[in-house]
């Protein structure tokens, strides 16, 4: 694989950069591999990337029905954090800032990792003491929480509506320095060019029609474009997880749904960090291109429509204009939807199944992109292994049974409720 | 903007209605046993189907009854509407 170097950028400008290799191979399907992985998003590219760097498995495929990165990797608003208060999300999550951290060197790929810092903002005395609690937690666990009062709050963000008069006025706020965002893109393309190098068969245009389970064994899978013999078969296709869990007669603790985000128009820099609105869901970032990026809510129902409705969009951007009032000033410049795989307690699932050499990464919800090395990292070991890693040992399948909940916004099961 | 057609008050706006998830879950009959994988296919199990799929929804802004909506979850579109106690065909 050709290096990606400034001396190998001056070597090419001389031919007018018409000699760059293809940063990943179209190949067709071979008959077999040890590993199929479904779903080309970030997690399935990072989990073959992981598979043959960690485990040096490298006959891999991943099945990919549209092109990669097509998905949520590309639909998302880019915020990368570990701000969690239970044990099991905040360890995984900062074993995953430490592999963000890393990434771009170990791909050699400029993903743009940019630790400008979160803030999620507090309205009240009582959700002052709530963040106080959940810093502690965190700072238990490693990483960085700062509570911020009213006034520092106002130094980091002057943007914000501080006069007396609000509905919701700013108490203060939670930090996490570390916290930041990334090229969501890149981190799809650096991990496809990596896997590629290493062997993996990356193949697009291929929809999964069926499995081929046998004496409660995975054996491979059917696909529009052939049958594929897999000793080891790992499903990570997020809001298409029940579409495939149904070919597999399995019913899942997972509901799909539909989560719109949007950018303004390019404006000069006014924000360097992520800020969360606190008294209802709504965030924001600026982009280096300058465009306000923010997200919010989900639309309320079932849904694989990847299109959203404008009622959500309005009550999302209603917080936003609440928290910064300069944004009523500004144009709309694109909105988009994604689907989501929401899990019946917020947290996801990365577990063995009852079927050997089948195995699950679901149940993402609102926070995929920012896990998505750590997701890789921790399912390679899972499907390598036929044994769940130590980080990923909470997020299992059958918790919802065994009443072990990783419930962070005690919000229970009706997860159109945000 | 969906429309949703309340079948006690006619055609409205989504905004009027609050969602209320899979209505073909059913909760376990309490004179019986109950084993704990009924409780899981009723507390956290669910189909998600793409394509029809009959739904709850509350007309919370207006007559505030529970009805039953039979809607495409990748188009949106709408079929069939009807009260919480009908049976659907």
Redesign the interface.
């Known amino acids: 694989m050709q290096k990606y170097s400034i001396f190998n950028l001056v070597k090419n400008a001389f031919s007018n950069h018409q000699n760059w290799d293809l940063a990943w191979k179209d190949p067709t399907p071979k008959e077999e591999y040890d590993v199929v992985i479904i779903g080309g998003g970030g997690h399935g590219l990072a989990t073959a990337y992981y598979l043959a760097k960690e485990h040096n498995i490298t006959k891999v495929a991943i099945i990919e029905k549209g092109w990669i990165g097509g998905g949520n990797v590309g639909r998302n608003t880019t915020i990368i954090r570990s701000n969690y208060m239970h044990d099991e999300n905040g360890l995984f999550s900062e074993f995953g800032m430490d592999l963000w951290r890393k990434m771009s060197q170990d791909l050699n790929y400029n993903v743009m990792f940019s630790p400008r810092g979160i803030i999620n903002l507090a309205h009240s005395d009582a959700q002052m003491n709530a963040y106080a609690r959940r810093g502690n937690s965190m700072r238990l666990n490693g990483i960085d929480a700062v509570l911020l009062n009213r006034e520092q709050v106002k130094e980091i963000i002057p943007m914000a509506d501080f006069s007396e008069n609000v509905r919701f006025p700013i108490f203060g706020g939670l930090m996490q320095p570390s916290a930041g965002t990334a090229r969501h893109d890149a981190v799809a393309w650096g991990y496809a060019r990596q896997a590629d190098s290493m062997g993996v068969d990356i193949i697009q245009n291929c929809e999964v029609i069926g499995f081929d389970v046998s004496a409660g064994k995975i054996n491979g899978i059917r696909t529009s474009r052939g049958n594929i013999k897999a000793k080891k078969v790992g499903l990570c296709v997020a809001g298409s997880t029940n579409i495939l869990a149904e070919k597999l007669n399995m019913t899942l603790p997972i509901e799909t749904h539909l989560l719109q985000a949007c950018v303004s128009e390019p404006i000069k820099p006014v924000l360097d960090n992520v800020v969360t609105f606190g008294a209802g869901h709504f965030y924001v970032s600026q982009s280096d291109k300058g465009e306000m990026v923010m997200g919010g809510d989900l639309d309320g129902y079932n849904s694989y429509a990847q299109r959203g409705n404008l009622p959500t969009l309005q009550h999302v951007l209603t917080e936003g204009i609440a928290m910064m009032p300069f944004l009523s000033k500004l144009k709309m410049l694109r909105t988009w939807g994604g689907i989501m795989d929401m899990s019946m307690d917020g947290s996801p699932i990365i577990d063995k199944t009852h079927i050997e050499g089948l195995y699950l990464n679901c149940g993402w919800c609102y926070g995929g992109f920012k896990a998505t090395p750590a997701s890789g990292w921790t399912f390679a070991h899972t499907i390598a292994q036929d044994r769940v890693h130590e980080l990923n040992a909470g997020y299992s399948l059958n918790r919802f049974s065994t009443g072990h909940l990783i419930d962070e916004k005690g919000l229970g099961t009706k997860t159109w409720i945000s | 903007?969906?429309y949703i057609k309340c079948p006690h008050c006619g055609m409205r706006?989504?905004?009027e209605f609050s969602?209320g998830?899979?209505a073909s879950v059913k909760r376990p009959e309490l004179n019986k046993d109950v084993s704990?994988?009924e409780w899981?296919?009723f507390?956290?199990?669910?189909?998600?189907?793409?394509g029809k799929?009959l739904?709850l929804w509350q007309h919370i802004s207006g007559c505030r009854q529970w009805i039953k909506v039979e809607?495409d979850?990748?188009?949106?579109e709408i079929f069939r509407t009807f009260k919480a106690d009908e049976e659907v065909a």
């Open positions: 903007m969906l706006p989504q905004t969602y998830g899979d704990d994988q899981d296919d507390v956290y199990n669910r189909k998600s189907l793409r799929h739904e809607r979850t990748a188009t949106h």
